[in-house]
T-cell receptor
């Protein structure tokens, strides 16, 4: 399993963009980068995933470096409800387990 | 689509007692996972099923934990006997082969006293 490094915590002002970095230098060629978040007292929630191209959906954007050794999750206009623990997880796309690290606690403040 | 259903939501038991958790995955999802999440840590995989067969149970404490997935749909996780260190949230998740990783239930919060 590829090892990831994420900052333990980050703060962001409400309405501003939140940029959450992740280092995954040992990711293998067939592994996607998945991002999940976990709001207090809830199960983890899927956000987005990508292989090597940048991806965008209704929740967030994912920027993956060309060498695939790191990525950044971008929440373009953070709200208080985005306060959660964010996990970056390398994973093969089909049927493989998700291995969670400690994640980044994002606190969005008004 | 309906999400992953888990029950009960909360359970308090005394050490050395037994307890069981139930999970109903999203319809059609062949893969089912049970995770244990201790307060302040990320979820840890206990067991992964593909239909009704076990794919990975390397981190399941088999002397006290057991899990089954009858007919490849619902699943039950059992702890017998429980220890204080089993206090955690037990999360069930399911996935299909089509991307988007896994979908998680709300979890069962177990307190062993």
């Amino acid at each position: 399993d590829a090892k990831t490094t994420q900052p333990p915590s980050m703060d962001c002002a409400e309405g501003r963009a939140a940029n959450l970095p992740c280092n995954h230098s040992t990711i293998s060629g067939n592994e996607y980068v998945y991002w999940y978040r976990q709001i207090h007292s809830q199960g983890p929630q899927y956000i987005i995933h990508g292989l090597k191209n940048n991806e965008t959906n209704e929740m967030a954007s994912l920027i993956i470096t060309e060498d695939r050794k790191s990525s950044t999750l971008i929440l373009p206009h953070a709200t208080l409800r985005d306060t959660a623990v964010y996990y970056c997880i390398p994973r093969g796309e089909y049927g493989n387990k998700l291995v969670f690290g400690a994640g980044t606690i994002l606190r969005v403040k008004s | 689509e309906a999400g992953v259903a888990q029950s009960p939501r909360y359970k308090i038991i005394e050490k050395r007692q037994s307890v069981a958790f139930w999970c109903n995955p999203i319809s059609g999802h062949a893969t089912l996972y049970w995770y244990q999440q201790i307060l302040g840590q990320g979820p840890k995989l206990l067991i992964q099923f593909q239909n009704n067969g076990v794919v990975d149970d390397s981190q399941l404490p088999k002397d006290r934990f057991s899990a089954e997935r009858l007919k490849g749909v619902d699943s039950t996780l059992k702890i017998q006997p429980a220890k204080l260190e089993d206090s955690a949230v037990y999360l069930c998740a399911s996935s299909s082969f089509r991307g988007r990783g896994a979908f998680f239930g709300q979890g069962t919060r177990l307190t062993v006293v």
